[in-house]
């Protein structure tokens, strides 16, 4: 379990990182550096086919010399709509809403817990990205927590929204990030033996 936890904190900052932040951000230099290497995927110390490994590096490869911004911008920001909105209360509400009432639970639990983090955008606590730097702080800080807050809160709805954003067209990297994150998502819930309840998507 101990390295789980450890992984969790590894690849959750890193995947968090990268549905986070834009990728002209200096904080991605090092994980953009990280995909360019040919070997990162057999460095990645989960357990997947090899035909997903081979979709989700041609993916990833195929895209570090587009324009990641481009990719960001449409996926994320808009104008337009969003092929796949990264927060979680977009699918759990009835209304497709942000700030729905399972962002209100997940505030509940970190309040409970008096968990506080400071997001450097104006950002909803269910975004993609920064549910997976939470995963990281808790198996680094509150491992007891880790169980509850993926249960409860972020595997409840994480692998649909990858699913739409894996169909997302023309966004190679996100959708090779997509992939790559549910294959991690699926190995921490195995390792962790985390039943996640059912739950009714709206979008």
């Keep these: 379990m101990q390295n789980t936890f450890q992984q969790i904190s590894l690849y959750g900052r890193l995947l968090g990182a990268a549905f986070y932040y834009e990728p002209s951000d200096s904080c991605l230099a090092s994980i953009l550096d990280f995909f360019r290497q040919s070997t990162w995927a057999q460095e990645w110390e989960i357990e997947w086919d090899e035909k997903t490994r081979e979709k989700t590096t041609a993916l990833i490869a195929q895209s570090l010399n587009q324009d990641l911004n481009d990719q960001y911008q449409r996926l994320f920001i808009g ?5 796949a909105p990264p927060w979680g209360s ?3 509400d009835p209304e497709c809403v942000i700030f729905g009432n399972s ?4 505030r509940d639990f970190l309040r409970h817990h008096q968990i506080s983090f400071q997001a450097e955008q104006d950002e909803p606590e269910d975004h993609i990205g920064l549910m997976l730097m939470l995963a990281a702080y808790l198996a680094e800080n509150r491992p007891h927590l880790v169980v509850e807050f993926l249960r409860e809160h972020f595997l409840t709805w994480a692998n649909h929204f990858l699913t739409q ?7 190679p ?16 819930q195995a390792n962790l033996h985390i039943d996640v309840p059912n739950v009714r998507f709206y979008r």
């Design 79 to 83: 104008p337009n709509e969003l092929p």
């Design 90 to 92: 977009v699918y759990l």
């Design 103 to 106: 962002l209100l639970a997940l």
């Design 165 to 171: 954003l894996a169909n997302a067209e023309n966004t």
């Design 173 to 188: 990297f996100y959708q090779g990030l997509a992939l790559l994150t549910a294959q991690t998502l699926q190995q921490w």
